[in-house]
Nanobody, 113 residues
Framework: VQLQAFGGGLVQAGGSLRLSCVAS????????MAWYRQAPGKERELVAS??????TTYADSVKDRVTISRDTKNTLFLEMWSLKPEDTAVYYC?????????WGQGTQVTVSS
């Protein structure tokens, strides 16, 4: 499985961004797709996830400010709004397929105050 993330950038506080992640390769038996983020000096943390049945999970820190979704063409999205400086991080897309984990290369999101 290969993952390519797009859509990061610099945005002012209160702004919005839409991240996309295109998945390719062997994609049957994907259990879960997700977005994680890692800020400088901090551990990588889950932002949002979606299972193959469509069940979504959100971190408390972003709940009500992000939506995770996917289309039928194996693209994962993360819509973010009301962004805060503390949302600044590298955002990674993730796929769990059977017992294996796959990560994208990350896309930088910077929120200025």
């Amino acid at each position: 499985v290969q993952l390519q993330a797009f859509g990061g950038g610099l945005v002012q506080a209160g702004g919005s961004l839409r991240l996309s992640c295109v998945a390719s390769g062997t994609l049957f038996n994907v259990n879960r797709m997700a977005w994680y983020r890692q800020a400088p000096g901090k551990e990588r943390e889950l932002v949002a996830s979606i299972t193959n049945s469509g069940t979504t999970t959100y971190a408390d820190s972003v709940k009500d400010r992000v939506t995770i979704s996917r289309d039928t063409k194996n693209t994962l999205f993360l819509e973010m709004w009301s962004l805060k400086p503390e949302d600044t991080a590298v955002y990674y897309c993730y796929v769990r397929r059977l017992v294996s984990d796959y990560w994208g290369q990350g896309t930088q999101v910077t929120v200025s105050s």
